[in-house]
């Protein structure tokens, strides 16, 4: 069993920063592959990125890359997103996920992931 909490958000203007933390509860952070999902209003959720237990596979949206960086520390149970040159089009609820699953093809699946936050807000303004 696994407790995730995410914090960080806020309101920010349109090119600032931000950086989201995901506090995990449990001894067995560091076998869960961590994921980063948003859900805007009206819209479904949607991958933003994921990193393997150990830190050497990352993946992102396209729509984010190059913007965004996820990253983990598994000393403090905790998983990050930094978000630079934020757009009004990135605000959402965002949530972070933890999956044991090994195939890293289906890591960008939001069913695939057994543990969730209960997410935070994000708005960006223009």
């Known amino acids: 069993q696994v407790q995730l909490v995410e914090s960080g958000g806020g309101l920010v203007q349109a090119g600032g920063s931000l950086r989201l933390s995901c506090a995990a509860s449990?001894?067995?952070?560091?076998?869960?592959?961590m994921g980063w999902f948003r859900q805007a209003p009206g819209k479904e959720r949607e991958f933003v990125a994921c990193?393997?237990?150990?830190?050497?596979?990352?993946y992102y949206a396209d729509s984010v890359k190059g913007r965004f960086t996820i990253s983990r520390d598994n000393a403090k149970n905790t998983a990050y997103l930094q978000m630079n040159s934020l757009r009004p089009e990135d605000t959402a609820v965002y949530y972070c996920?933890?999956?044991?699953?090994?195939?890293?093809?289906?890591?960008?699946?939001?069913?695939?992931?057994?543990?969730w936050g209960q997410g935070t807000q994000v708005t960006v303004s223009s």
């Open positions: 996920a933890a999956t044991r699953l090994v195939n890293s093809n289906l890591w960008q699946e939001l069913n695939r992931y057994d543990y």
């Open positions: 449990g001894r067995t952070f560091s076998s869960y592959t």
């Open positions: 990193i393997s237990w150990n830190s050497a596979r990352t």
